[in-house]
């Protein structure tokens, strides 16, 4: 069968109507559910203002920072406007400020959902599991089905308006300028309540964990909010357009561009599979449910792998009625999401409290905190092998087997591998969504006073959350693992482009031809240069959030401290004495917003600077040896901190010790340790090497003109 | 003027035989020196054969597996002894042992001088800091002439009885398979005993640091020398004869072969060039002086500046005289030189305890040990950035500077850079050596009951050790990440090597020649694969180290706790009762060797793996991904780690609380991560990196003949 472009866009956007709709239902299912305990409901409306007054603020921010952006594209990208193309400068800056607006309406609502689930799904637990699960879950699926959603239709609409694929990498660098804020700021908001409230409060004052008197509770909880579900879900935004952008760009190359409109078979393909993923994503949601006394985490699980079976059946048959379309590629976005399992199950390994190295940890904690640090950092080493030996290996085998279809086709055969991985993400977020739903619900419960038995049920589901975040998220790390590769492939694409350009203007005025890039040699020394340089920056880029939440707790502790000893009653819990718990918002917000520009400039700077030094071939190094260091450091933090993690659980659960012990307050510190480096530092790693790539590609055509060795 | 091979030879062997007879007039002089406080001399015996018994057991077991090595070598290497020339694999597992014997003698003769001089610098620093300096650095410098020697010595023996270049690199490996023993073994015993001592002494016992009641406090010391002295002298050694091979298999391929026994011009000058470094040295160390209140930071500063600029002096003479020698060349040697200067700058801005980051890890102590170790961390990772940038410039410049000379000259001028790095190797190692030896001196100052304004002068000496330290390491380095990049040039031009003697056969037969290789394209997959997987390698490496350190403390705690429950009267410190010593150097001893050899073997085995995936492609990937995770991984432990240990004694100066507050607490717990980091891991991998390295370029024939992609 043949495709014409018009049932392209039409099954695209009928999986998108399809996910929206599906998503507004839900949001009325939530909606619709019983919420009538006041004091739940006037928590939660604390931590909703909380959450609107973080997003307001970094919205107006990045209103801010967006339309210096945008000034400068116009002014410089692809081309600087004096050298004509006024009106492409134009397109290209007002495709990047659509993907920061998609990006930040997709996590807006997801926030909105979130912080009505939170609450109901706090008082459904008073019934048992199974309601429970079910609201938090849906609640967590609103986020993934528009995230995707938004993603399709960004895309599509980006590509019928411009009918030029460099739009997109515009488009994308917008998303990418979002995730930046979202999930690093959000990441440097959340870990600084979170440490503090912990820290001051269970550490130095010994009240429990989410007591009310606790002037950082709310910040806490508001955290989850901003930084696990706005920015968890801004950033798998920014991925999953990165890898289509990529996919994109390097399908219309071998199409042979996109000619009055209408798709080449490559293109088709990258749109088809990805509306097959937001469709398997909707089937695998629609199918979670949960026994009476049923295991939540199998739950979550069962749908992941319900959403990888039907995504293989259905671009199969795609496959199959499609002429145009190849086995080959096919088999590449098989491998993708194959080797995605295989990263979640490694991860799973090294941090899943049932698997052995958390109880090692955990039993290390004994000897002092030196030694819980010493062996979650030993084992978060060791972590990494699996995950990079992962995506080399689905690297290898996508590229060789789509190479034999013709030159160019190795590399888009990567693009699809990230493509395949990243067809789930509707389900991953939806999952991780989950997380801080019923993380809030617990909060809720207990600051509610809904009782032991209610809070139980919470801590289940939210153990269950725990759980599977550490598959997706190796799902999430391999995706951008295999995301970066094509992006490297992206920019050779659009370096070609330009240089054929240029060519042809040469060739007019019978000068010498300048030559096309083929790759990039280690050994040429400015390829060389630039991958030593690279290597650096996910290093001072950690370095530099991590410190922001260091000095950013330290604000909100000296606050909080503050506040039990200026306001009376307080520490006592007399009845009707509330701390003010504005003015941790505001800590939060205001420090997280000012450590978190000073770490994204440096990248950007960096990769300016590299490029200015030795163009476009330091470029070539400076973004491989990014992707290496970067991979190794967000596996790395990420794992590391989800070890410490689960060996202070492990150990509260009345292991080597239990609560109170010394191996306890050991572990304590392990996980103060790793609460920065798995939600702050690695998890924006990744963005951080999403906007070095972008930004690489689009000055592409200054770094050919203008470089000094 | 033209030089002639034989002058070469001679002015070689000439500057070794000074240099020996230096360092034997040395010893004597220190051998001299008064000995005659009976406790002291009762202890330092006890140092003395804790270190020997560790030095048997350790060389007893390096026999064995040399002899293992020396079988399979002349078996397989170069080529499969089947297919022809048992004579060369058989030269080649000799130049191999003798690599091995070689270092194992340097590094013999400096424990033993430096056992001699620990007492002597004891005793000499009742009467003031002047004679116990010289006594203290004189014992170093002992070290540092024989390794040097021994390795100008070496190197000089198999060209002139092989004639062949590639024998070096048997030589060389021998060299490195006895520093991956010296080093990482010796780094796991001394943390191990340091840890021990430290944890169960200080903080659980409450006893002092270097009590005698302490059953661990000899092991401790005995670590300082087997760890500090034998392992970074056999480092050192390794990574001198490393650059030396590397430039000089670079070299013998731009002259064109060794042709009846002549050297080339290329030949001649790193020889030259190494020559005067050592000639260098020696009159760094001869200058080396100290007023009776003199600064020992500045004598020691001094004399390596000293150094610096006789060499630069000396090369640019020899440059002058001698017509085939280039400028260029002495341009990328000297760019190499004061590149190691300024990573050695960088370095002491973020570990001295005169600049601004220790005081703010002090200050981060208050809040708590999560915090200590966070911001140890973020400093440490930006630690890395201007030691990185240094690297990238240095190999950029030095590749730019010689590419005029012609074809392959850019490689020879970063290996170059490389060995004017380490032209004042000999400087490095005595100043290296001296540390171990004052800290010594101030354990039996204590122990020896020497009184309060000994141990004042010991600590000085100790703090001076400290502080030049960090500056040496970072020559150390980065003249490692320059070697292994030439080494990554010299496995090219052992691959091309063969591929051209391959193809001599292939065009006899009539059939298709093989392809050179010019480069590793990072855009070709299986380059891809071997750089990821050789990115995850450093970081399993090091985690396996540190895991050794943990296991292994672990047992000796055990062992120091029995030892206060079982023998009566040690817990008071009655007189005449001793702990056992010699049972904590055991577990020490034998504890460090098991926990080595899988961390060496899990090295060489994924070299073997992915040259067998992905052929000598793959293998280019590999080394690159190595040493970009390794030198990103080497240089934030060691970094951190000494950050940890100065913002300890910034503390215990009486900054931030104090000894004995809760800051100090916390800088404890950092200082005690970071030993294992600054003296297991982080410098070990240099050795991990040059044995995968050195694997590589000898297994390159097998790689190219057999490999499944």
Chains 1, 2 share one sequence.
């Not at 019934?127 to 959603?149: D, E, N």
Request: hydrophobic share 50%; charged share 15%.
């Amino acid at each position: 069968m043949q495709l014409a472009t018009t049932t392209v866009y039409a099954i695209g956007l009928l999986t998108v109507i399809l996910a929206f709709a599906y998503a507004g239902y839900l949001t009325l299912w939530v909606k619709k559910q019983k919420n009538e305990n006041k004091t739940i409901e006037r928590i939660a409306g604390l931590i909703r203002s909380g959450a609107n007054a973080f997003m307001r603020k970094e919205y107006t921010l990045l209103a801010g920072f967006a339309g210096i952006m945008a000034v400068l594209i116009f002014l410089f990208l692809p081309k600087p406007v004096w050298q004509g193309g006024a009106e492409r400068n134009l397109t290209m800056a007002i495709a990047y400020v659509a993907g920061t607006i998609f990006s930040a309406i997709a996590g807006k609502i997801g926030i909105l959902v979130a912080s009505l689930a939170n609450a109901r799904t706090a008082e459904a637990a008073t019934h048992g599991i199974k309601p429970a699960f079910l609201i938090g879950f849906r609640g967590g699926a609103v986020m993934g089905l528009m995230v995707v959603g938004a993603c399709l239709l960004g895309v599509m609409g980006v590509l019928l308006l411009t009918g030029n694929s460099s739009m997109l990498l515009g488009f994308s660098f917008g998303a990418s300028s979002l995730a930046l804020f979202a999930k690093a700021g959000g990441g440097i908001f959340t870990k600084t309540a979170d440490v503090s409230a912990d820290l001051a409060g269970k550490v130095e004052l010994g009240i429990p964990e989410d007591d009310p008197r606790n002037p950082a509770v709310i910040a806490d909880n508001v955290g989850d909010n901003v930084g696990d579900v706005a920015g968890m879900g801004a950033d798998l935004f920014d991925s999953n357009i990165a890898s289509m952008t990529a996919a994109l760009v390097m399908a219309v190359s071998l199409d042979g561009g996109i000619v009055n409109g209408q798709f080449g078979s490559k293109v088709m393909m990258v749109i088809i599979y990805s509306a097959l993923g937001l469709l398997s994503s909707l089937i695998g949601i629609f199918t979670a449910k949960i026994g009476d006394h049923g295991s939540p985490t199998k739950a979550l699980n069962n749908s992941t792998y319900v959403t990888t079976g039907v995504f293989l059946a259905l671009t199969a048959l795609a496959t199959l009625l499609f002429k145009d379309f190849s086995w080959r590629i096919w088999g590449a976005s098989a491998v993708g999401l194959l080797v995605g399992v295989i990263i979640g199950l490694a991860t799973n390994y090294f941090t899943d409290d049932n698997a052995p190295i958390v109880g090692k940890v955990a039993h290390a904690s004994k000897t002092g905190p030196a030694f819980t640090i010493l062996s979650g950092v030993s084992y978060g080493f060791m972590s990494v092998l699996p995950a990079m030996v992962g995506i080399a290996i689905s690297a290898m085998v996508a590229y060789k087997l789509c190479e034999p279809i013709g030159p160019g086709y190795a590399m888009y055969g990567i693009s699809m591998a990230a493509v395949g991985m990243l067809s789930i993400v509707g389900m991953i977020i939806s999952n991780d969504a989950y997380g801080p739903i019923v993380d809030n619900a617990r909060g809720l419960a207990e600051m509610g006073g809904l009782g032991e038995e209610t809070i139980r049920v919470a801590d289940e589901l939210d153990s269950a959350g725990n759980t599977v975040k550490a598959v997706t998220k190796g799902f999430a790390i391999g995706a951008a693992g295999l995301t970066v590769i094509s992006l490297l492939g992206a920019f050779m694409s659009e370096v070609n482009a330009h240089i054929e350009e240029i060519n042809v203007g040469l060739a007019a005025a019978g000068k010498e031809l300048m030559a096309l890039i083929n790759g990039f040699d280690i050994m040429n020394p400015t390829v060389f240069f630039g991958i030593i340089v690279g290597a650096a920056i996910p290093a001072v880029f950690s370095a530099m959030l991590i410190l922001g939440v260091d000095k950013n707790a330290q604000r909100m502790i000296s606050e909080i401290h503050r506040q039990f000893k200026e306001i009376p009653g307080l520490a006592e819990g007399r009845p009707g004495v509330e701390p003010e718990y504005n003015k941790c918002i505001d800590i939060a917000t205001t420090g997280a917003l000012k450590e978190l520009i000073p770490a994204g400039l440096m990248a950007i700077v960096a990769t300016l600077a590299v490029g200015f030094i030795g163009g476009v071939n330091a470029i070539g190094g400076f973004l491989l040896g990014n992707i290496i260091s970067g991979l190794l450091l967000a596996l790395f933090m990420s794992n590391a901190g989800g070890l410490w993690d689960n060996a202070k659980k492990y150990i509260e659960a009345g292991n080597e010790g239990g609560k109170g012990s010394d191996s306890h307050k050991a572990a304590v510190i392990g996980d103060t340790v790793g609460d920065p480096f798995k939600d702050t530092a690695g998890p924006s790693i990744n963005t951080q090497i999403t906007v070095v790539s972008l930004v690489a590609s689009l000055v592409a055509f200054i770094f050919i003109n203008l470089h000094i060795f």
